[in-house]
Protein backbone atom coordinates (compact mmCIF):
# COMPACT_ATOMS: atom_id res chain seq x y z
CA UNK A 1 0.00 0.00 0.00
CA UNK A 2 1.45 3.19 -1.09
CA UNK A 3 -0.62 6.28 0.66
CA UNK A 4 -1.04 9.65 -1.18
CA UNK A 5 -2.28 10.91 1.82
CA UNK A 6 -2.38 10.02 5.79
CA UNK A 7 -4.64 12.17 8.22
CA UNK A 8 -4.52 11.70 12.13
CA UNK A 9 -7.58 12.60 13.60
CA UNK A 10 -8.46 13.41 17.49
CA UNK A 11 -11.26 11.97 17.90
CA UNK A 12 -13.37 9.57 16.34
CA UNK A 13 -16.34 11.45 15.32
CA UNK A 14 -14.03 14.15 13.48
CA UNK A 15 -12.07 11.46 11.47
CA UNK A 16 -15.71 9.99 10.01
CA UNK A 17 -16.39 13.51 9.23
CA UNK A 18 -12.75 13.72 7.74
CA UNK A 19 -13.24 10.17 5.33
CA UNK A 20 -16.67 11.06 4.68
CA UNK A 21 -14.82 14.86 3.04
CA UNK A 22 -11.89 12.80 1.68
CA UNK A 23 -14.53 10.11 -0.10
CA UNK A 24 -16.92 12.58 -1.52
CA UNK A 25 -13.91 14.05 -3.72
CA UNK A 26 -12.81 10.76 -4.95
CA UNK A 27 -10.37 9.27 -2.54
CA UNK A 28 -10.47 5.59 -1.93
CA UNK A 29 -10.44 6.39 2.16
CA UNK A 30 -10.36 3.95 5.15
CA UNK A 31 -10.88 5.13 8.62
CA UNK A 32 -8.51 2.76 11.35
CA UNK A 33 -9.66 2.69 15.01
CA UNK A 34 -5.86 3.48 16.97
CA UNK A 35 -2.94 2.88 14.58
CA UNK A 36 -3.90 -0.32 12.91
CA UNK A 37 -2.01 -3.57 13.50
CA UNK A 38 0.57 -5.04 10.60
CA UNK A 39 -1.47 -7.64 9.87
CA UNK A 40 -5.02 -5.81 9.82
CA UNK A 41 -6.10 -6.48 5.94
CA UNK A 42 -6.87 -2.91 3.92
CA UNK A 43 -8.37 -2.80 0.49
CA UNK A 44 -5.55 -0.60 -1.85
CA UNK A 45 -6.75 2.86 -0.86
CA UNK A 46 -5.96 6.72 -1.30
CA UNK A 47 -5.72 7.74 2.28
CA UNK A 48 -6.36 6.45 5.37
CA UNK A 49 -7.85 8.14 8.72
CA UNK A 50 -6.17 6.57 11.77
CA UNK A 51 -8.47 8.16 14.50
CA UNK A 52 -7.19 9.11 18.02
CA UNK A 53 -8.87 9.69 21.28
CA UNK A 54 -6.31 12.35 21.77
CA UNK A 55 -8.45 15.84 21.93
CA UNK A 56 -8.93 15.91 26.22
CA UNK A 57 -6.31 13.82 27.17
CA UNK A 58 -2.58 14.66 28.82
CA UNK A 59 -0.64 16.19 26.24
CA UNK A 60 2.28 13.76 26.52
CA UNK A 61 -0.06 11.14 25.85
CA UNK A 62 -1.39 13.03 22.75
CA UNK A 63 1.97 13.65 20.95
CA UNK A 64 2.84 9.60 22.00
CA UNK A 65 -0.20 8.69 19.98
CA UNK A 66 0.11 11.18 17.44
CA UNK A 67 3.47 10.19 16.78
CA UNK A 68 3.25 6.63 16.53
CA UNK A 69 0.13 6.93 13.58
CA UNK A 70 2.96 9.27 11.92
CA UNK A 71 5.20 6.34 11.89
CA UNK A 72 2.93 4.52 10.66
CA UNK A 73 1.32 6.72 8.33
CA UNK A 74 5.39 7.65 6.54
CA UNK A 75 5.83 3.33 6.46
CA UNK A 76 3.10 3.15 4.13
CA UNK A 77 4.19 6.00 1.95
CA UNK A 78 2.36 8.74 2.71
CA UNK A 79 4.24 12.40 1.72
CA UNK A 80 2.23 14.59 3.63
CA UNK A 81 -0.08 13.99 6.64
CA UNK A 82 -2.95 16.15 7.59
CA UNK A 83 -3.36 16.40 11.54
CA UNK A 84 -7.32 16.74 11.35
CA UNK A 85 -8.45 18.91 14.92
CA UNK A 86 -11.93 19.97 15.15
CA UNK A 87 -13.72 23.03 13.19
CA UNK A 88 -14.03 24.64 16.74
CA UNK A 89 -10.56 24.03 17.63
CA UNK A 90 -11.66 22.34 20.78
CA UNK A 91 -8.50 22.43 23.11
CA UNK A 92 -7.59 24.34 26.03
CA UNK A 93 -4.19 25.98 27.27
CA UNK A 94 -2.67 22.85 27.99
CA UNK A 95 -2.85 21.75 24.64
CA UNK A 96 -3.30 19.57 22.58
CA UNK A 97 -3.45 21.27 19.38
CA UNK A 98 -0.10 22.87 20.01
CA UNK A 99 1.91 20.43 21.51
CA UNK A 100 1.20 17.76 18.59
CA UNK A 101 1.54 20.35 15.77
CA UNK A 102 5.33 21.04 17.21
CA UNK A 103 6.09 17.56 17.64
CA UNK A 104 4.52 16.46 13.86
CA UNK A 105 6.26 19.60 12.50
CA UNK A 106 10.16 18.72 13.89
CA UNK A 107 9.81 15.20 12.86
CA UNK A 108 8.56 16.29 9.40
CA UNK A 109 11.96 19.08 9.70
CA UNK A 110 9.39 21.50 8.47
CA UNK A 111 10.06 25.06 9.17
CA UNK A 112 6.36 26.46 9.60
CA UNK A 113 3.18 24.28 9.63
CA UNK A 114 -0.55 25.74 7.50
CA UNK A 115 -2.87 25.75 10.59
CA UNK A 116 -7.01 26.28 9.37
CA UNK A 117 -10.10 24.71 10.95
CA UNK A 118 -12.25 26.70 8.43
CA UNK A 119 -15.15 24.51 7.20
CA UNK A 120 -17.66 27.01 5.21
CA UNK A 121 -19.52 24.18 4.32
CA UNK A 122 -20.26 23.72 8.16
CA UNK A 123 -20.57 27.35 8.50
CA UNK A 124 -17.22 27.47 9.88
CA UNK A 125 -14.98 30.46 8.72
CA UNK A 126 -11.68 32.21 9.89
CA UNK A 127 -11.61 35.94 9.36
CA UNK A 128 -8.05 38.08 10.76
CA UNK A 129 -7.95 34.79 12.46
CA UNK A 130 -10.70 34.80 14.32
CA UNK A 131 -13.11 31.44 13.82
CA UNK A 132 -16.36 32.05 13.44
CA UNK A 133 -19.84 29.87 13.68
CA UNK A 134 -21.52 31.22 11.17
CA UNK A 135 -21.72 34.64 11.02
CA UNK A 136 -21.32 34.97 15.15
CA UNK A 137 -17.67 34.35 16.91
CA UNK A 138 -16.51 31.15 18.59
CA UNK A 139 -16.57 32.61 21.97
CA UNK A 140 -20.11 34.47 21.14
CA UNK A 141 -21.58 31.19 19.95
CA UNK A 142 -23.56 28.43 22.08
CA UNK A 143 -20.32 26.06 20.68
CA UNK A 144 -18.14 28.13 23.21
CA UNK A 145 -19.58 25.76 26.43
CA UNK A 146 -18.16 22.66 25.12
CA UNK A 147 -18.69 20.45 28.44
CA UNK A 148 -14.78 19.70 28.39
CA UNK A 149 -12.80 21.79 26.25
CA UNK A 150 -15.23 25.26 26.56
CA UNK A 151 -14.04 28.10 23.96
CA UNK A 152 -13.73 30.97 25.16
CA UNK A 153 -11.48 33.04 22.78
CA UNK A 154 -11.91 33.85 19.06
CA UNK A 155 -8.24 34.65 18.35
CA UNK A 156 -6.50 31.50 17.11
CA UNK A 157 -3.23 32.98 16.88
CA UNK A 158 -3.63 33.87 20.43
CA UNK A 159 -5.31 30.17 21.48
CA UNK A 160 -2.45 28.53 19.57
CA UNK A 161 0.23 30.92 21.43
CA UNK A 162 -0.82 29.85 24.54
CA UNK A 163 -0.19 25.94 23.27
CA UNK A 164 3.00 26.03 21.19
CA UNK A 165 6.50 26.70 22.53
CA UNK A 166 6.79 28.58 19.23
CA UNK A 167 5.43 32.34 17.83
CA UNK A 168 2.25 31.67 16.02
CA UNK A 169 1.39 33.90 12.70
CA UNK A 170 -1.09 34.61 10.90
CA UNK A 171 -2.12 34.73 6.34
CA UNK A 172 -4.76 36.84 6.01
CA UNK A 173 -7.81 36.64 3.65
CA UNK A 174 -5.96 39.70 1.50
CA UNK A 175 -2.76 36.83 1.10
CA UNK A 176 -4.99 33.92 0.29
CA UNK A 177 -7.47 35.75 -2.12
CA UNK A 178 -3.87 36.24 -4.30
CA UNK A 179 -3.84 32.94 -4.68
CA UNK A 180 -1.05 29.58 -3.60
CA UNK A 181 1.70 31.13 -4.78
CA UNK A 182 1.09 34.57 -2.35
CA UNK A 183 0.53 32.14 0.24
CA UNK A 184 4.11 30.18 0.19
CA UNK A 185 4.98 33.84 0.26
CA UNK A 186 3.83 34.99 2.89
CA UNK A 187 4.80 31.18 4.95
CA UNK A 188 8.43 31.67 3.86
CA UNK A 189 8.81 35.10 4.94
CA UNK A 190 6.95 34.19 8.61
CA UNK A 191 9.45 31.94 8.26
CA UNK A 192 12.09 33.63 8.44
CA UNK A 193 10.85 36.13 11.23
CA UNK A 194 10.70 32.98 13.21
CA UNK A 195 7.16 31.93 13.28
CA UNK A 196 6.89 28.25 13.37
CA UNK A 197 2.95 27.80 12.54
CA UNK A 198 0.46 30.31 10.77
CA UNK A 199 -3.22 30.36 11.27
CA UNK A 200 -4.74 30.97 7.47
CA UNK A 201 -8.20 32.75 6.68
CA UNK A 202 -10.72 31.03 4.81
CA UNK A 203 -14.19 31.99 4.36
CA UNK A 204 -15.14 30.35 0.81
CA UNK A 205 -14.64 27.07 -0.49
CA UNK A 206 -11.49 28.38 -3.04
CA UNK A 207 -9.75 29.81 -0.11
CA UNK A 208 -9.50 25.80 0.92
CA UNK A 209 -8.60 24.87 -2.18
CA UNK A 210 -5.56 27.63 -2.49
CA UNK A 211 -4.57 26.70 1.15
CA UNK A 212 -4.85 22.42 0.01
CA UNK A 213 -2.27 23.45 -2.78
CA UNK A 214 -0.14 25.13 -0.93
CA UNK A 215 0.04 22.48 2.41
CA UNK A 216 0.78 19.57 -0.20
CA UNK A 217 3.78 21.50 -0.87
CA UNK A 218 4.97 20.61 2.51
CA UNK A 219 5.10 17.49 4.86
CA UNK A 220 2.66 18.86 7.07
CA UNK A 221 -0.81 20.56 8.28
CA UNK A 222 -3.62 21.15 10.34
CA UNK A 223 -6.90 21.63 10.43
CA UNK A 224 -10.69 20.23 9.98
CA UNK A 225 -12.25 18.74 7.50
CA UNK A 226 -12.34 21.92 5.51
CA UNK A 227 -8.23 21.78 4.91
CA UNK A 228 -9.03 17.79 4.10
CA UNK A 229 -11.26 19.10 0.63
CA UNK A 230 -8.53 21.36 -0.22
CA UNK A 231 -5.62 18.63 -0.21
CA UNK A 232 -7.91 16.11 -1.63
CA UNK A 233 -8.90 18.34 -4.71
CA UNK A 234 -4.74 19.53 -4.67
CA UNK A 235 -3.86 15.76 -5.70
CA UNK A 236 -6.62 15.59 -8.28
CA UNK A 237 -5.21 18.76 -9.92
CA UNK A 238 -1.36 17.66 -9.87
CA UNK A 239 -3.12 14.14 -11.67
CA UNK A 240 -2.55 11.74 -8.66
CA UNK A 241 -5.54 10.30 -8.01
CA UNK A 242 -8.44 9.74 -10.33
CA UNK A 243 -11.89 10.28 -8.92
CA UNK A 244 -13.10 6.98 -7.54
CA UNK A 245 -16.44 4.83 -6.45
CA UNK A 246 -16.49 4.85 -2.05
CA UNK A 247 -15.12 1.34 -1.24
CA UNK A 248 -18.23 0.04 0.74
CA UNK A 249 -20.71 0.38 -2.78
CA UNK A 250 -20.66 -3.19 -4.05
CA UNK A 251 -20.78 -4.23 -0.14
CA UNK A 252 -23.74 -6.35 0.58
CA UNK A 253 -26.53 -5.35 3.19
CA UNK A 254 -25.68 -5.93 6.71
CA UNK A 255 -29.49 -5.75 8.21
CA UNK A 256 -29.90 -7.01 11.92
CA UNK A 257 -31.63 -4.96 14.92
CA UNK A 258 -30.82 -0.85 15.38
CA UNK A 259 -30.63 1.12 18.41
CA UNK A 260 -29.30 4.99 18.49
CA UNK A 261 -27.28 6.12 21.95
CA UNK A 262 -26.95 9.97 22.59
CA UNK A 263 -24.59 11.41 24.94
CA UNK A 264 -23.57 14.87 23.46
CA UNK A 265 -25.28 17.72 25.49
CA UNK A 266 -25.13 20.13 22.56
CA UNK A 267 -28.04 21.53 21.60
CA UNK A 268 -28.81 20.41 18.30
CA UNK A 269 -28.18 16.27 20.02
CA UNK A 270 -30.94 17.28 22.52
CA UNK A 271 -33.48 18.79 19.47
CA UNK A 272 -32.93 15.27 17.33
CA UNK A 273 -33.59 13.48 20.87
CA UNK A 274 -37.23 15.39 20.67
CA UNK A 275 -37.68 14.71 17.30
CA UNK A 276 -36.93 11.08 17.76
CA UNK A 277 -39.85 10.33 20.56
CA UNK A 278 -42.25 11.05 17.58
CA UNK A 279 -40.79 8.00 15.62
CA UNK A 280 -39.27 5.44 18.26
CA UNK A 281 -38.96 4.65 21.38
CA UNK A 282 -37.14 6.92 23.53
CA UNK A 283 -35.42 6.55 26.91
CA UNK A 284 -33.94 9.12 29.12
CA UNK A 285 -31.46 8.12 31.66
CA UNK A 286 -30.38 10.08 34.40
CA UNK A 287 -26.82 10.79 34.68
CA UNK A 288 -26.75 11.44 38.14
CA UNK A 289 -27.38 6.97 38.35
CA UNK A 290 -25.40 6.16 35.71
CA UNK A 291 -21.99 8.17 37.69
CA UNK A 292 -23.58 5.93 40.67
CA UNK A 293 -23.60 2.69 39.54
CA UNK A 294 -25.18 0.05 37.65
CA UNK A 295 -28.94 0.17 38.30
CA UNK A 296 -29.32 2.49 35.30
CA UNK A 297 -27.38 0.23 32.88
CA UNK A 298 -29.81 -2.54 33.75
CA UNK A 299 -32.73 -0.48 33.35
CA UNK A 300 -31.57 0.59 29.85
CA UNK A 301 -30.70 -2.93 28.68
CA UNK A 302 -34.73 -4.02 30.18
CA UNK A 303 -36.50 -1.24 28.36
CA UNK A 304 -34.18 -2.31 24.83
CA UNK A 305 -34.65 -5.85 25.85
CA UNK A 306 -38.71 -4.99 25.18
CA UNK A 307 -38.53 -3.63 22.11
CA UNK A 308 -35.45 -4.39 20.41
CA UNK A 309 -37.53 -6.78 18.24
CA UNK A 310 -40.33 -4.36 17.20
CA UNK A 311 -37.64 -1.70 15.55
CA UNK A 312 -35.27 0.88 16.23
CA UNK A 313 -35.00 2.61 19.76
CA UNK A 314 -32.83 5.83 21.16
CA UNK A 315 -31.44 5.63 24.40
CA UNK A 316 -29.94 9.36 25.29
CA UNK A 317 -27.97 10.12 28.55
CA UNK A 318 -27.95 13.95 27.07
CA UNK A 319 -28.32 16.61 29.32
CA UNK A 320 -28.68 20.39 29.16
CA UNK A 321 -25.29 22.28 29.47
CA UNK A 322 -26.62 23.85 32.77
CA UNK A 323 -27.46 20.06 34.42
CA UNK A 324 -23.64 18.98 33.19
CA UNK A 325 -22.00 22.31 34.94
CA UNK A 326 -23.64 21.09 38.11
CA UNK A 327 -22.31 17.00 37.40
CA UNK A 328 -19.38 18.30 36.61
CA UNK A 329 -19.29 20.75 39.92
CA UNK A 330 -20.05 17.62 42.80
CA UNK A 331 -17.98 14.55 40.93
CA UNK A 332 -15.03 16.39 38.98
CA UNK A 333 -14.96 17.11 35.63
CA UNK A 334 -13.65 13.84 33.96
CA UNK A 335 -14.59 11.65 36.86
CA UNK A 336 -18.54 12.35 35.57
CA UNK A 337 -17.38 12.22 32.10
CA UNK A 338 -15.66 9.07 32.18
CA UNK A 339 -18.44 7.51 33.95
CA UNK A 340 -21.18 8.44 31.80
CA UNK A 341 -18.93 7.38 28.84
CA UNK A 342 -18.42 3.85 30.18
CA UNK A 343 -21.95 3.38 31.08
CA UNK A 344 -23.16 3.93 26.98
CA UNK A 345 -20.37 1.79 25.81
CA UNK A 346 -21.82 -0.99 28.52
CA UNK A 347 -25.17 -0.24 27.18
CA UNK A 348 -23.96 -0.41 23.59
CA UNK A 349 -22.07 -3.62 24.02
CA UNK A 350 -24.79 -5.42 25.40
CA UNK A 351 -27.31 -4.37 22.60
CA UNK A 352 -24.26 -5.69 20.36
CA UNK A 353 -24.56 -8.93 22.00
CA UNK A 354 -28.58 -8.96 21.99
CA UNK A 355 -28.08 -8.99 17.67
CA UNK A 356 -27.75 -5.09 17.11
CA UNK A 357 -26.03 -4.46 13.48
CA UNK A 358 -26.90 -1.16 13.28
CA UNK A 359 -25.56 1.42 15.61
CA UNK A 360 -26.15 5.28 16.01
CA UNK A 361 -23.99 7.60 18.58
CA UNK A 362 -24.31 10.73 18.88
CA UNK A 363 -21.14 12.46 20.81
CA UNK A 364 -17.66 12.66 20.69
CA UNK A 365 -16.68 11.13 23.34
CA UNK A 366 -19.35 8.43 23.73
CA UNK A 367 -18.96 7.00 19.98
CA UNK A 368 -15.01 6.79 21.10
CA UNK A 369 -15.56 5.03 24.28
CA UNK A 370 -18.38 3.12 22.00
CA UNK A 371 -16.09 1.83 18.97
CA UNK A 372 -12.96 0.95 21.45
CA UNK A 373 -15.59 -1.03 23.63
CA UNK A 374 -16.54 -2.91 21.03
CA UNK A 375 -12.97 -3.61 19.64
CA UNK A 376 -13.77 -2.35 15.85
CA UNK A 377 -10.39 -1.87 14.30
CA UNK A 378 -11.65 -0.08 10.88
CA UNK A 379 -14.28 1.24 8.68
CA UNK A 380 -14.69 1.68 5.17
CA UNK A 381 -17.05 4.52 4.17
CA UNK A 382 -20.37 4.91 2.96
CA UNK A 383 -23.62 7.27 1.97
CA UNK A 384 -23.28 10.60 3.58
CA UNK A 385 -26.14 11.15 6.28
CA UNK A 386 -25.67 14.71 6.96
CA UNK A 387 -22.82 17.01 6.34
CA UNK A 388 -19.82 15.46 7.96
CA UNK A 389 -21.63 12.38 9.00
CA UNK A 390 -21.41 9.10 6.82
CA UNK A 391 -22.51 5.27 7.06
CA UNK A 392 -19.20 3.30 8.40
CA UNK A 393 -19.28 -0.41 7.40
CA UNK A 394 -16.78 -2.16 9.94
CA UNK A 395 -13.88 -4.08 8.41
CA UNK A 396 -11.39 -6.66 10.46
CA UNK A 397 -13.54 -7.89 13.17
CA UNK A 398 -16.52 -10.63 12.87
CA UNK A 399 -19.86 -10.22 11.26
CA UNK A 400 -19.43 -6.51 9.70
CA UNK A 401 -21.96 -3.53 11.43
CA UNK A 402 -23.23 -0.32 10.49
CA UNK A 403 -22.60 2.81 12.44
CA UNK A 404 -23.04 6.75 12.29
CA UNK A 405 -20.26 8.56 14.35
CA UNK A 406 -21.83 11.93 15.22
CA UNK A 407 -20.42 15.07 16.42
CA UNK A 408 -22.97 16.60 19.19
CA UNK A 409 -23.64 19.63 16.87
CA UNK A 410 -23.74 17.66 13.40
CA UNK A 411 -27.01 16.82 11.43
CA UNK A 412 -30.57 18.23 11.22
CA UNK A 413 -33.28 18.18 13.33
CA UNK A 414 -34.09 14.32 12.05
CA UNK A 415 -30.34 13.04 11.88
CA UNK A 416 -31.72 9.67 13.96
CA UNK A 417 -34.17 8.59 11.10
CA UNK A 418 -32.31 10.10 8.59
CA UNK A 419 -29.01 7.34 9.33
CA UNK A 420 -31.52 4.72 9.95
CA UNK A 421 -33.12 4.79 6.35
CA UNK A 422 -29.39 4.68 5.06
CA UNK A 423 -28.38 2.08 6.74
CA UNK A 424 -29.45 -1.14 5.47
Not at 266 to 271: C, G, H, K, V
Not at 319 to 336: F, I, M, S, Y
Request: aromatic share 4%; hydrophobic share 45%.
Amino acid sequence: MTLQLGCIADDYTGASDLANTLTRQGLRTVQSIGVPADDLALPEVDAVVVSLKSRSIAASTAVEKSRAAAQWLRGRGAKHLLFKICSTFDSTDAGNIGPVLDVLRDDAGEAIVLVTPAFPETGRSVYQGHLFVGCVPLHESPLKDHPLNPMRDSNLVRVLGRQSRHKIGLIDLATVARGADAVQARLDELAACGVSAAIADAVFERDLETLGAVALRHGVSVGASGLGLGLARALRANGGIAARAALSEAEPAVGGAAACLAGSCSQATLNQIACAEAVMPVLRLDPEQLIAGGAEVQRALAFARERIGQGPLLIASSTTPDQVAALQARHGRDLAGHAIEQAMAEIAAALVDAGVRRLVIAGGETSGAVVDRLGLPGFLIGAEIAAGVPVLRSVGAGAPMLLALKSGNFGGPEFFTDALRLMR
